[in-house]
Structure formats: C-alpha cells, structure tokens
C-alpha cells in the first residue's frame, strides 16, 4: 500500500534551529546570558513562515539578553536581524569593508521583508543576471 | 601590585566566544558585536588579565569556547576604562562604557582584535583586517 509521504516544509530545519534555541540554559555564553525567550523564538518563527522558497537560510544564534539572531551573508552583504522585544534591531553591513549601510530599530514586519528584498532577494536577483549562483 | 579597582591601562584582555552563529561568523573566522555586549544584569564586559591567565587555562575550563584578545590600550582609545576587580576571580576585570546602544563602536573593536580562537576547535586564526 502506497504510504502518503508528506512534503517537509522547506524551513522546517530552520525553524527546528530557533527552537532548539530554548535547550540554553541561563549562563550559556559562560557569563550571564539569559536564556532565549518564547516571544523572541515567536517572533522569528513569524518570520520564517512568511519566507518563501527564493529566501536563502540565514545561520541562527543566541544573543546575550535573550534574544534571537538571524543573519544572512550574501556576496557583499551581511544582514543581521535581532529579534529581543523592545531591543529588537537590524543592521546591513559591507561584506568587503565592515561599512554600515544601514541599521536600526526592528518594529515593523513590512521593514524586515523590504530588508530582506532588497538586501538578500535583491543581491540574489543581481548575482544571477551576472551569472553567479 | 594591582588593588580592587585599580584603572589598568596596558597589557591585553581576553573574551570567551560561545560556540553560536550570532557570536563568530564561521564562514569568514571572525567574531561579532555580541562579544563586546554587557550582559543585562552588568554595567560592565567581563574580560580575563591576560598576565595571570594562560588561553589554554581557559579552553580547560570552557570546553567548546573560543577566545579573542585585545589591546587594553584599544579600549582607551575609544574612551572605555578598564579596571581590576578580582572578587570576580583572580584574573578578572571590568571594561566600562559597553552598555547602551553601541553597536559601531562594538563593531570597531572587532576590527582590532589581536588573536582570535574558533570556538568548537579552539584553533588559534589569524584576523583578517576588513
């Protein structure tokens, strides 16, 4: 009998990661980090699931007052998201240089997928008229 | 000899990197602003004297962290103090004037780091100048 087999979502293994977020414990960056909070996880999650299938995978990590951090690097971009409530904020630097193109405070969820546009979407759309994958 | 408190303005410090994408960027060996980012509860980065403690020391006892060390005279120049305060443990001192909304001046100072260690393998690699 054919077994239905149920397509894996393509962020699944993302969302797995920030998830696994909440396994830290207080103190995991050996001083007095707290522990990832529920509502920075949710508000990641939120992200990921407006992500469709041209969004690249960003790498995921903790920071030090709890909150959760989504960075994507693209040939010449380094675009950071934090999501930590009230501190919430992004950055995009200059790969080549460090130079910052822009930053500030994350309130607004059209904000982050215009970063996402035109920052990881928009250097994808320019590296494949270049030829580059 | 150093007393509690004491304002240091030579020699260099170490920082222990967890093993997290926010904290090292594994794909170009370097680490992030977070390594210079008070925990909430401090006004203040903790930092290990690097004259009364060996890196290797520090691996021991943090399996699995990386390392970064700095200039003291570094953090001067950007308007930081740094003072002894080993009632936290023999080696261990403050780096004032981190908390806040810093994040280009914590950029910068990752740009001056004199030797980093990757966290997992605790490799010794080289900065690269951005």
């Known amino acids: 009998m054919a077994r239905a087999v149920r397509p894996e979502h393509p962020y699944s293994s993302l969302i797995d990661e920030i998830l696994a977020l909440s396994k830290r414990q207080p103190g995991w960056n050996s001083y007095g980090a707290r522990p990832i909070t529920a509502e920075a996880q949710l508000a990641a999650i939120a992200l990921v699931n407006s992500f469709y299938d041209r969004v690249p995978l960003p790498t995921v990590g903790g920071a030090p007052n709890g909150g959760v951090v989504l960075r994507w690097l693209t040939p010449d971009r380094e675009i950071e998201l934090l999501f930590a409530a009230a501190e919430s904020e992004y950055s995009v630097l200059r790969r080549d240089t460090g130079e910052l193109v822009v930053e500030g405070r994350l309130h607004d969820v059209d904000l982050i997928k215009n970063l996402i546009q035109d920052h990881v979407l928009g250097q994808r759309a320019l590296d494949r008229a270049a030829g580059r994958k | ?130």
């Open chain 2, 1 to 130: 000899m150093s007393t509690v408190r004491d304002e240091i303005t030579s020699g260099t410090l170490f920082r222990r990197i967890p093993n997290d994408h926010a904290h090292w960027v594994f794909e170009e060996a370097r680490p992030t602003k977070y390594n210079f980012t008070p925990e909430t509860s401090d006004d203040f980065l903790s930092m290990h004297r690097s004259d009364m403690i060996h890196p290797d020391a520090i691996f021991a006892m943090f399996p699995g962290f990386g390392l970064l060390e700095i200039d003291i005279e570094v953090l001067l120049e950007f308007g930081l103090r740094v003072t002894y305060q080993p009632e936290e443990g023999r080696d261990h001192v403050a780096v004032w004037g981190l908390k806040g909304n810093k994040n280009p001046l914590r950029r910068e100072l990752c740009k001056r780091v004199l030797r980093l260690w990757e966290p997992g393998t605790q490799a010794l690699v080289l900065p690269k100048g951005r």
